[in-house]
């Protein structure tokens, strides 16, 4: 079957202007997780979503990022006003979260360049 | 401050010998590991995992071993192949990861020369 995929796999904006990247889970996981890995850094955690519950937004890192999952599938990563500092590449995942120790299977990721 | 680390940025080895990848962390409360692998332009990979319950886990060439008392965990690869050339991430959750996110060390670029 088709693993998570990501669209759109590069997008260059100007700063100041909103973005929305898409992911589309593997058909069945009920989980889905957006991370983000900027320049020589670890992959950090942004949202998680699981079936009908509220999202952890923990980890995101300003009220300028927002997402949606509609219809427990396809998700949008929605930033608004962009700056430079959100300059990454956007990971997302997807998993059955009755897999031990929640395996995640990661798209190829969005590289967002904010000029 | 960061709960899982990978203090090596990088690590070069001879193609046929061992490689050992090393990740530290500092939350008692994760109990399942996991290794994944990235290469340039693609997202990571799962590659192999272990409970807290164990102290080694066995898939082929790769194996983990977590120590909870040093609160580190390795992952050694025997023989190192060309193609294990890429960045390894190290991951933990809690909770045998029914709640939430995966907590990344920063990676660890393995070079395996021929």
């Known amino acids: 079957g088709a693993g998570v995929s990501q669209s759109p796999s590069n997008k260059v904006t100007e700063k100041g202007k909103d973005v929305e990247l898409r992911c589309d889970p593997i058909s069945g996981h009920t989980a889905l997780y957006w991370y983000r890995q900027s320049l020589g850094q670890g992959l950090e955690f942004l949202i998680y979503f699981q079936g009908n519950s509220a999202p952890d937004k923990s980890g995101l890192p300003s009220d300028r990022f927002s997402a949606e999952r509609t219809g427990g599938s396809v998700s949008t990563l929605t930033i608004q006003r962009t700056q430079q500092e959100d300059s990454a590449v956007y990971l997302c995942a997807s998993s059955l979260l009755t897999t031990p120790g929640n395996e995640q299977f990661f798209g190829p990721g969005t590289r967002l360049t904010v000029l | ?114």
């Open chain 2, 1 to 114: 401050d960061q709960q899982v680390k990978q203090n090596s940025p990088s690590l070069s080895v001879q193609e046929g010998r061992i490689s050992i990848l090393n990740c530290d962390y500092t939350n008692s409360m994760f109990d399942y590991f996991l290794w994944y692998k990235k290469y340039p332009a693609e997202g990571p990979t799962f590659l192999i995992s272990i409970s807290s319950i164990k102290d080694k886990n066995e898939d082929g060439r790769f194996t983990v071993f977590l120590n909870k008392s040093a609160k580190h965990l390795s992952l050694h690869i025997v023989p190192s192949q060309p193609g294990d050339s890429a960045v390894y991430f190290c991951a933990a959750s809690a909770y045998g990861g029914s709640q939430g996110n995966l907590i990344f060390g920063k990676g660890t670029k393995l070079s395996v020369k021929p």
